[in-house]
Protein backbone atom coordinates (compact mmCIF):
# COMPACT_ATOMS: atom_id res chain seq x y z
CA UNK A 1 0.00 0.00 0.00
CA UNK A 2 1.48 3.63 -1.05
CA UNK A 3 0.29 5.73 2.12
CA UNK A 4 -0.82 9.30 1.72
CA UNK A 5 -1.15 12.63 3.18
CA UNK A 6 -3.60 15.53 1.52
CA UNK A 7 -2.88 18.96 2.12
CA UNK A 8 -5.46 21.52 1.76
CA UNK A 9 -6.98 24.72 3.55
CA UNK A 10 -9.86 23.85 2.06
CA UNK A 11 -11.59 20.92 3.77
CA UNK A 12 -14.07 20.16 0.34
CA UNK A 13 -10.96 19.96 -1.82
CA UNK A 14 -9.34 17.73 1.37
CA UNK A 15 -12.55 15.16 0.96
CA UNK A 16 -12.86 15.02 -2.66
CA UNK A 17 -8.97 14.03 -3.36
CA UNK A 18 -9.49 11.46 0.21
CA UNK A 19 -12.70 10.14 -2.14
CA UNK A 20 -10.17 10.04 -4.75
CA UNK A 21 -7.37 8.34 -3.55
CA UNK A 22 -9.89 6.30 -1.83
CA UNK A 23 -10.85 3.88 -4.66
CA UNK A 24 -7.42 3.05 -5.82
CA UNK A 25 -7.35 -0.75 -3.79
CA UNK A 26 -3.57 0.23 -3.54
CA UNK A 27 -4.11 3.74 -2.16
CA UNK A 28 -4.66 4.83 1.33
CA UNK A 29 -4.84 7.91 2.97
CA UNK A 30 -3.20 8.41 6.27
CA UNK A 31 -3.30 12.08 7.16
CA UNK A 32 -4.94 14.94 6.43
CA UNK A 33 -3.80 18.29 7.56
CA UNK A 34 -5.22 22.26 6.50
CA UNK A 35 -1.96 23.69 5.86
CA UNK A 36 1.66 23.28 6.33
CA UNK A 37 3.13 23.29 9.47
CA UNK A 38 -0.25 20.82 10.25
CA UNK A 39 1.63 18.85 7.87
CA UNK A 40 4.88 18.99 8.74
CA UNK A 41 3.66 17.91 12.41
CA UNK A 42 1.95 14.83 11.10
CA UNK A 43 4.62 13.21 8.66
CA UNK A 44 7.36 13.93 11.82
CA UNK A 45 5.25 11.26 13.69
CA UNK A 46 4.13 8.63 11.17
CA UNK A 47 5.38 6.98 7.73
CA UNK A 48 4.18 8.56 4.39
CA UNK A 49 5.35 7.64 1.04
CA UNK A 50 3.49 10.83 -0.87
CA UNK A 51 1.94 13.65 -0.34
CA UNK A 52 -0.78 15.60 -2.29
CA UNK A 53 0.61 19.49 -1.31
CA UNK A 54 -1.32 22.78 -1.78
CA UNK A 55 0.49 25.65 -2.36
CA UNK A 56 -1.48 28.91 -1.13
CA UNK A 57 -2.55 28.12 2.21
CA UNK A 58 -2.27 29.90 6.02
CA UNK A 59 0.76 29.60 8.80
CA UNK A 60 3.25 27.82 6.44
CA UNK A 61 2.76 27.43 2.58
CA UNK A 62 2.87 24.46 0.64
CA UNK A 63 6.32 25.61 -0.75
CA UNK A 64 7.77 26.15 2.60
CA UNK A 65 6.35 22.93 3.79
CA UNK A 66 7.74 20.63 1.39
CA UNK A 67 11.25 21.72 1.96
CA UNK A 68 10.91 20.90 5.69
CA UNK A 69 9.12 17.56 4.75
CA UNK A 70 12.15 17.12 2.26
CA UNK A 71 14.36 17.37 4.82
CA UNK A 72 12.97 14.94 7.46
CA UNK A 73 14.76 11.36 7.74
CA UNK A 74 12.94 9.23 5.28
CA UNK A 75 10.33 11.91 4.22
CA UNK A 76 7.52 11.53 1.81
CA UNK A 77 7.72 12.66 -1.63
CA UNK A 78 5.66 15.33 -2.53
CA UNK A 79 3.05 16.71 -5.41
CA UNK A 80 2.19 19.81 -5.72
CA UNK A 81 -1.80 20.07 -6.49
CA UNK A 82 -2.66 23.79 -6.92
CA UNK A 83 -5.18 25.73 -8.95
CA UNK A 84 -2.89 28.30 -9.85
CA UNK A 85 -0.50 27.40 -12.67
CA UNK A 86 2.01 30.73 -12.22
CA UNK A 87 5.46 29.98 -13.37
CA UNK A 88 7.00 31.21 -10.00
CA UNK A 89 4.88 28.10 -8.21
CA UNK A 90 6.23 25.81 -10.91
CA UNK A 91 9.70 26.71 -10.07
CA UNK A 92 9.47 27.20 -6.12
CA UNK A 93 7.78 23.76 -5.71
CA UNK A 94 10.72 21.93 -7.95
CA UNK A 95 13.48 23.56 -5.85
CA UNK A 96 12.09 23.19 -2.49
CA UNK A 97 12.06 19.40 -3.53
CA UNK A 98 8.63 18.31 -5.15
CA UNK A 99 8.68 15.25 -7.15
CA UNK A 100 5.73 16.59 -9.32
CA UNK A 101 3.44 19.57 -9.62
CA UNK A 102 -0.67 19.35 -10.98
CA UNK A 103 -3.30 21.54 -11.36
CA UNK A 104 -6.54 20.60 -9.65
CA UNK A 105 -8.40 20.04 -12.75
CA UNK A 106 -5.93 17.31 -13.60
CA UNK A 107 -8.59 14.39 -14.44
CA UNK A 108 -8.75 12.19 -11.18
CA UNK A 109 -7.36 9.21 -12.59
CA UNK A 110 -4.23 11.14 -13.52
CA UNK A 111 -4.03 12.54 -9.78
CA UNK A 112 -3.86 9.07 -8.69
CA UNK A 113 -1.22 7.60 -11.23
CA UNK A 114 0.81 10.47 -10.59
CA UNK A 115 0.95 9.14 -6.91
CA UNK A 116 2.04 5.67 -8.16
CA UNK A 117 4.45 7.23 -10.23
CA UNK A 118 6.15 9.88 -7.56
CA UNK A 119 5.99 6.69 -5.29
CA UNK A 120 8.33 4.74 -7.35
CA UNK A 121 10.71 7.45 -7.36
CA UNK A 122 9.84 9.42 -10.85
CA UNK A 123 9.07 12.37 -11.36
CA UNK A 124 5.27 13.70 -12.62
CA UNK A 125 4.50 16.97 -14.11
CA UNK A 126 1.70 18.69 -15.37
CA UNK A 127 2.51 18.94 -19.41
CA UNK A 128 1.75 22.75 -19.61
CA UNK A 129 4.08 22.94 -16.63
CA UNK A 130 6.68 20.84 -17.92
CA UNK A 131 6.53 22.95 -21.39
CA UNK A 132 7.20 26.28 -19.37
CA UNK A 133 10.05 24.73 -17.43
CA UNK A 134 11.67 24.18 -20.66
CA UNK A 135 10.86 27.08 -22.19
CA UNK A 136 12.87 29.09 -19.37
CA UNK A 137 15.46 27.06 -19.25
CA UNK A 138 16.01 27.40 -22.83
CA UNK A 139 15.90 31.12 -22.06
CA UNK A 140 18.24 31.34 -19.09
CA UNK A 141 21.52 30.92 -21.15
CA UNK A 142 25.40 30.20 -20.86
CA UNK A 143 25.34 31.06 -17.08
CA UNK A 144 23.56 28.24 -16.03
CA UNK A 145 24.42 25.66 -18.75
CA UNK A 146 28.28 26.26 -18.04
CA UNK A 147 27.11 25.55 -14.15
CA UNK A 148 25.09 22.17 -14.95
CA UNK A 149 27.84 21.15 -17.15
CA UNK A 150 30.38 21.47 -14.17
CA UNK A 151 28.28 19.91 -11.97
CA UNK A 152 27.53 17.04 -14.36
CA UNK A 153 31.34 16.74 -15.16
CA UNK A 154 31.82 15.30 -11.73
CA UNK A 155 29.90 11.68 -13.02
CA UNK A 156 31.45 8.60 -14.22
CA UNK A 157 31.10 8.12 -17.34
CA UNK A 158 28.10 5.43 -16.48
CA UNK A 159 26.79 7.57 -14.21
CA UNK A 160 26.54 10.02 -17.28
CA UNK A 161 24.56 7.02 -19.22
CA UNK A 162 22.09 6.15 -16.76
CA UNK A 163 21.40 10.27 -16.21
CA UNK A 164 20.57 10.94 -20.00
CA UNK A 165 17.98 7.91 -20.36
CA UNK A 166 16.86 8.99 -16.68
CA UNK A 167 16.06 12.41 -18.63
CA UNK A 168 14.78 10.94 -20.99
CA UNK A 169 11.86 10.01 -18.81
CA UNK A 170 12.89 6.06 -18.36
CA UNK A 171 12.07 4.11 -15.27
CA UNK A 172 15.07 2.04 -13.54
CA UNK A 173 13.61 -0.86 -15.22
CA UNK A 174 13.45 0.54 -18.72
CA UNK A 175 17.00 1.82 -17.88
CA UNK A 176 18.26 -1.26 -17.15
CA UNK A 177 16.57 -2.73 -20.20
CA UNK A 178 18.44 0.14 -22.54
CA UNK A 179 22.00 -0.18 -20.91
CA UNK A 180 21.82 -4.01 -20.43
CA UNK A 181 22.37 -3.36 -16.25
CA UNK A 182 20.82 -4.70 -13.07
CA UNK A 183 18.17 -3.05 -12.01
CA UNK A 184 18.97 -2.92 -9.01
CA UNK A 185 22.36 -1.84 -10.07
CA UNK A 186 20.75 1.51 -11.94
CA UNK A 187 18.83 2.56 -8.82
CA UNK A 188 22.36 2.72 -7.29
CA UNK A 189 23.69 4.73 -10.15
CA UNK A 190 20.64 6.96 -9.52
CA UNK A 191 20.86 7.74 -6.00
CA UNK A 192 24.76 8.76 -6.27
CA UNK A 193 23.70 10.81 -9.37
CA UNK A 194 21.24 12.72 -7.17
CA UNK A 195 23.98 13.09 -4.07
CA UNK A 196 26.61 13.72 -7.15
CA UNK A 197 24.51 16.41 -8.76
CA UNK A 198 23.21 17.83 -5.52
CA UNK A 199 19.67 17.37 -6.63
CA UNK A 200 16.55 16.12 -4.54
CA UNK A 201 14.71 14.21 -6.94
CA UNK A 202 14.52 12.85 -10.34
CA UNK A 203 12.82 15.99 -11.90
CA UNK A 204 15.76 17.81 -10.67
CA UNK A 205 17.83 15.61 -12.20
CA UNK A 206 16.41 15.42 -15.71
CA UNK A 207 16.55 19.50 -15.66
CA UNK A 208 20.05 19.72 -14.90
CA UNK A 209 20.93 17.30 -17.33
CA UNK A 210 18.98 19.31 -20.23
CA UNK A 211 20.31 22.40 -18.83
CA UNK A 212 24.15 20.67 -19.02
CA UNK A 213 23.20 19.27 -23.01
CA UNK A 214 23.23 16.09 -22.22
CA UNK A 215 20.32 15.38 -24.32
CA UNK A 216 18.30 16.97 -27.04
CA UNK A 217 15.20 19.10 -27.44
CA UNK A 218 13.32 15.52 -28.59
CA UNK A 219 14.81 13.93 -25.52
Known sequence: MIRTMVVDDDALVRLGLVDL????????????AADGL???????????DVV??????????GIAATRRL????????????????????????????????L?????????????????????????????RLIDRYHRVGAPRSVAARSRAAGL???????????ADGLSNAEIAGVLGMRESTVKAHVSRIL??????????AALLARDAGLMGDGG
Open 21 to 32: LAQDPELTVVAE
Open 103 to 131: LKDTPPAEIARAVHVVAGGQGMLHPAAAR
Open 195 to 204: TGLGVANRVQ
Open 52 to 61: LMDIRMPRLD
Open 70 to 101: RELPDGPRVIALTTFDLDEYVYQALAAGADGF
Open 156 to 166: TPRETDVLREL
Open 38 to 48: QAVELAAGRRI
